[in-house]
């Protein structure tokens, strides 16, 4: 098997087995979490960027893959089997849904361009997809060696009129009438110059082909290899990157979609781009937040689902890291040869410390702040004792410099009558993490993220390295399976090389650093979307103010900031006074470039937030913790793109 790493799009992996191999059960847990029941009984639309892991959704779906998984052979594939047994995707070992992946190719789009009126158009559009499921329907059950003529197609009770407008009393007339339908619109599509509208009237579409609104199921006598006797299997439509459609047919299609008549189950996956800006923005506060047409309810007809959103527990998506790349690992044979098991054992978690000749400037830049503050032993002794003593020496002294400016800036020194300044506060500064005896350095130890923000500012001024460690890769992929792996690829890659070379298999802390960087710097430099120089500009501008914000001597933000804030207010007016920014934004948030956290309450007031993806922060050196941002108003962002 090639490098996994390399070859990620799940479309490309043709076999099954192979598939499944290459598939965590993890993902599924956060699809499918709360009721699974309503994604299969009324329209999803599911939002996710390039990489969220749609087409590998899609291909779990299939029907082959499901037949597959039906006959676990491996621990993999048996937890994989078990996940989508909960969801009663499968249920005694035996599939309960037929999916049809259908690509938004150019068909689709090309029947939108057509000179009709919008009703013509529209009734096109939709008796072509219903034919194209249809016969892939079909298609896939035949691949499984299951007879046609055997099929039988259950419809809704009281629909006898319709069953018999879609021949769906014979399975073999049922597959020819969808046929006759695909054969009849692509004839239309594809010719040199279409027939007038008029000429239209004496064809088959005088009749509306109304198949979805009819059929619920389809039951076959059994799959050769299973041991069922018999199966009833529940349709499954996804159409698939959507975004391609013309706006105009893809609010046509969802509109048409949504309606309750249809037992089928339908999914709709896209990307950011085909989703109206207001629309996504509701959706990342709450995934079923829509404005709902005339006759809709809000997740009642339509459910908004986002591959890719925040989740304050990045726990989650460490531990699925953790679980593809240990599956892409295996499949290796250079790794497997030498016993590797995961990525993580192969990436050092030990820091590397600045030279020894930064060191002493280090050392001599504290001694100078130290001697001009003039603070009485006591003092500097509390200071020193809030800091943890498993410091390394250079972590020590930055984080030390930290709470000195910080002490600088908050209490007044000697005054010209030589009194003292306040005493120092070390509960300022400090968390406590225990109360006995045995944990009486814990208690003085200052906060985390401030040791973090100290490693921030040396890795500014002495290039010391931070981006290391499993943990902080797959923080910096912004919940985005692709972009892990694109990363990891990167570390991968070094570490095939020192492989090759006879060399041990670790990469320290320099190392991953620098490979990190590289790959995320080429990664934005190859950026090729629409409005993508208007997306670094604005890129740009947000780390530069973050950075400097992250580097003033008493680190206000702790391990500084990586976002831009702006009133909550001025957000809600966005079209209104930046309608220049809306179409930059809505790319930089398809192509996680930044990601938005709106009505965030901080210091008495409601912000938005701005915040850059992992990429960006890896080349600007900005912390990959969330929550620290720059305070500014919509007018600079406005205006960082115009220059």
């Keep these: 098997m090639q490098n996994p790493f390399k070859k990620r799009a799940a479309e490309f992996i043709e076999d099954p087995a192979s598939f499944i191999a290459l598939t965590s ?53 048996k937890n994989l089997t078990s996940a989508l047994a909960s969801y009663q995707i499968i ?60 099929i039988r197609i259950i419809t809704k009770e009281g629909y006898e009129t319709q069953r018999n407008l879609i021949h769906a009393d014979n399975s073999l007339e049922f597959r020819n009438h969808a046929r006759s339908i695909e054969e009849e619109i692509l004839s239309v599509v594809t010719s040199l110059l279409p027939p007038s509208e008029e000429s239209l009237l004496g064809t088959i579409f005088t009749t509306r082909f109304n198949a979805f609104e009819t059929i619920e199921s389809f039951a076959i006598p059994g799959i050769p290899g299973l041991e069922a006797s018999s199966l009833l299997l529940k349709p499954l439509l996804i159409i698939d990157d959507a975004h391609e459609l013309h706006p105009a047919q893809f609010q046509d299609l969802t509109a048409w979609l949504k309606s309750r008549e249809m037992k089928i189950a339908r999914w709709l996956f896209t990307r950011v781009d085909a989703i109206a800006h207001d629309d996504f923005r509701k959706a990342l506060v709450e995934t079923d937040s829509q404005t709902a047409s005339p006759g809709a309810t809000l997740g009642r007809d339509h459910i908004f689902k986002l591959m890719q959103r925040e989740r304050k527990d990045r726990k989650t998506f460490r531990r699925i890291a953790r679980d593809i790349s240990r599956q892409y690992i295996e499949h290796m044979p250079s790794f497997r040869r030498k016993g590797i098991a995961t990525l993580a054992d192969c990436l050092s978690n030990e820091p590397q410390q600045v030279g020894k000749a930064d060191l002493s400037k280090l050392q001599e830049s504290v001694d100078k702040l130290v001697s001009e503050m003039r603070l009485p032993l006591h003092q500097i002794e509390k200071i020193r004792d809030s800091l943890p003593s498993k410091l390394h020496t250079d972590q020590f002294l930055a984080a030390y410099r930290i709470l000195l400016n910080r002490e600088m800036k908050r209490t007044p020194q000697k005054d010209l009558f030589g009194l003292e300044a306040e005493p120092f506060d070390a509960d300022h500064f400090v968390e406590s993490t225990g109360t006995s005896e045995d944990d009486e350095d814990e208690n003085k130890t200052a906060k985390p993220a401030l040791v973090r923000g100290a490693e921030i500012q040396l890795m500014h001024q002495y290039n010391r390295p931070f981006f290391f460690s499993f943990d902080r890769l797959a923080d910096a992929s912004g919940d985005n399976i692709e972009q892990f792996l694109n990363l990891a690829g990167a570390l991968v890659d070094g570490l095939e090389t020192k492989i090759l070379r006879g060399k041990l298999p670790k990469l320290d802390a320099k190392e991953q650093h620098q490979l990190l960087y590289e790959r995320a710097d080429q990664t934005i430099k190859e950026w090729d979307f629409p409005n993508c120089e208007s997306v670094r500009k604005l890129v740009s501008f947000i780390a530069n103010r973050c950075i400097e914000r992250t580097l003033e001597p008493n680190a206000p933000l702790n391990d500084g900031a990586n976002a831009f804030g702006v009133p909550q207010k001025e957000m809600d007016e966005l079209r209104a006074t930046a309608p220049a920014l809306v179409p930059v934004l809505h790319f930089a948030l398809a192509y996680n470039a930044l990601t938005l956290h709106e009505n965030y309450a901080c210091k008495n007031r409601t912000w938005c937030l701005f915040e850059l993806g992992g990429l960006p922060n890896i080349v600007h050196r900005l912390t990959l913790n969330r929550g620290g941002f720059c305070e500014g108003h919509l007018k600079d962002l406005a205006e960082s793109i115009s220059e």
């Design 91 to 150: 249920k005694n070992l035996q599939p309960q849904l037929l999916s049809y992946r259908l690509p938004s190719s150019s068909n689709l789009r090309d029947i939108w361009e057509l000179p009709y009126s919008e009703n013509l158009r529209s009734a096109l559009l939709r008796s072509f997809i219903q034919a194209k499921a249809i016969l892939g329907w079909m298609r896939k059950l035949e691949k499984l060696e299951v007879n046609v003529a055997d």
């Design 25 to 77: 059960p993890e993902p599924l847990k956060l699809f499918f979490e709360g009721d699974s029941t309503v994604l299969f009984d009324r329209l999803v639309t599911v939002v996710g960027t390039p990489g969220s892991g749609k087409t590998t959704l899609a291909r779990l779906m299939d029907i082959e893959t499901l037949f597959t998984l039906s006959r676990p052979t491996s621990q993999d594939s």
